[in-house]
């Protein structure tokens, strides 16, 4: 037989003299052999009022998580009231003490079945998330507030294998850290924090995606990977004539806003062009187009693994003001990445044998002003530099 249970209110007493309402109200349906369960919204003491449509004579009202009770009980009903027609009995109130220990974010549950519940309130805000790659480890940290004061702590987890695992529970600190050798190799590394109150919850997650889209044809693509810094100045040595040079950062960059320098002096982009350092104007192979665009004609903005020529009438340094992203010394082996077709991955080898694409890439030597190969002149590709790619069909470069 099916029981109808109303929570009719949960009262919070900071002991002796100050208390407050939560206007909270929950029902559920639970069997008649069904204990009652609530994963408490924890105070230092707790008062419960609670109302059961004809209960069954064996209904225990249970603390889970830790709850340290002042004693072992089961409630004593009064009753019945039938003032709506309706036979109600209600629980006498219960005083318990509560360890500060228990975890103050669990939901209630009822007979073993999330319930149904209305509640006031505002939502918590997760104002900022972020996750960097540093030094083998993802640094992760956030800010989150709540318009009720109330505590605010936060889940975090883990994508991996189509589903988010959780890595810890009842965070009440603004950051973590996870070493890269405890987790599984990623292409995309994604991570979601649900940040939960007394009485609601939100959630939010932050990707690093180590990919890139290639399509059938040449590809001019720069690539992103490793340890980064956010906000950090990103510095690119210029040599006097072309130079292909890539952008890695995960936000982009508005290009009139680079800097020159020709070591004694500094300038914008605009005063650079007019003194006659470089050409303003630089060239973005646009790959799903097939041919080239320019900026800031046709774009005003440097995307994130795409690479771009730049012509210089001098040896110069450009500077982009706190573009971050991968440290620009950053290496990986070129035979290690990975290559999808969307139902299987393979080695670089393994996808050239298969006829996917041509494993050597080619990158612009700005010392000798031609092209060499990776590998054969090689072995190593860096961020911050271009390299053309040939591919027989679309597919996803990874760097795991």
């Known amino acids: 037989m099916i029981k109808k249970i109303l929570l009719l209110s949960i009262m919070f007493c900071i002991l002796p003299v100050i208390s407050f309402a939560a206007p909270y109200s929950i029902t559920a349906d639970i069997n008649s052999d069904s204990d009652i369960i609530l994963y408490p919204l924890i105070a230092e003491y707790a008062d419960i009022n609670l109302s059961i449509e004809d209960p069954a004579s064996d209904y225990t009202l249970k603390f889970y998580n830790n709850a340290q009770l002042i004693f072992e009980f089961k409630p004593e009903m009064a009753g019945p009231f039938d003032d709506d027609g309706i036979d109600e009995y209600r629980a006498f109130d219960i005083v318990v003490n509560i360890s500060d220990e228990v975890n103050k974010l669990s939901l209630w549950k009822l007979g073993g079945m999330l319930a149904e519940y209305s509640l006031d309130g505002s939502t918590p805000e997760i104002n900022s998330f972020d996750v960097i790659n540093q030094n083998n480890e993802f640094i992760l940290s956030?800010?989150?507030?709540?318009?009720?004061?109330?505590?605010v702590f936060v889940w975090l987890y883990h994508y991996y294998n189509n589903n988010f695992t959780l890595v810890e529970p009842?965070?009440?600190r603004n950051y973590y850290t996870i070493k890269k050798s405890n987790i599984p190799d990623c292409v995309v590394c994604s991570f979601k924090i649900i940040t939960k109150d007394l009485t609601h919850s939100t959630e939010s997650v932050k990707s690093l995606d180590y990919t890139i889209n290639i399509t059938k044809g040449w590809n001019l693509i720069s690539p992103l990977f490793g340890s980064e810094d956010i906000e950090t100045n990103r510095n690119i040595l210029l040599k006097e004539g072309w130079n292909l040079f890539g952008y890695d950062s995960n936000k982009p960059f508005y290009w009139l806003d680079a800097i020159l320098n020709n070591g004694t002096e500094?300038?914008?982009?605009?005063?650079?062009?007019?003194?006659?350092?470089?050409?303003?104007?630089i060239y973005y192979y646009n790959k799903g187009l097939g041919y080239y665009q320019f900026i800031p004609q046709d774009i005003s903005y440097l995307e994130t693994k795409n690479a771009y020529w730049l012509y210089a009438f001098e040896d110069l340094t450009l500077t982009l003001p706190n573009a971050g992203g991968s440290l620009i010394d950053n290496s990986y082996y070129w035979l290690n990445a990975s290559i999808g077709n969307g139902t299987t991955t393979k080695s670089i080898s393994e996808a050239q044998s298969s006829g996917w694409l041509q494993g050597i890439i080619y990158y612009y030597d700005l010392d000798v002003g031609y092209y060499k190969f990776i590998p054969g002149d090689g072995d190593y590709i860096y961020p911050w530099r271009g390299y053309w790619l040939y591919s027989n069909e679309d597919l996803t470069l990874g760097f795991p």
């Not at 956030?142 to 505590?151: I, K, T």
């Not at 300038?267 to 104007?281: C, F, I, N, R």
């Open 170 to 172: 009842n965070l009440n």
């Open 266 to 281: 500094e300038k914008t982009l605009d005063e650079a062009q007019s003194a006659a350092w470089l050409q303003g104007t």
């Open 142 to 151: 956030w800010n989150v507030s709540d318009a009720d004061n109330e505590d």
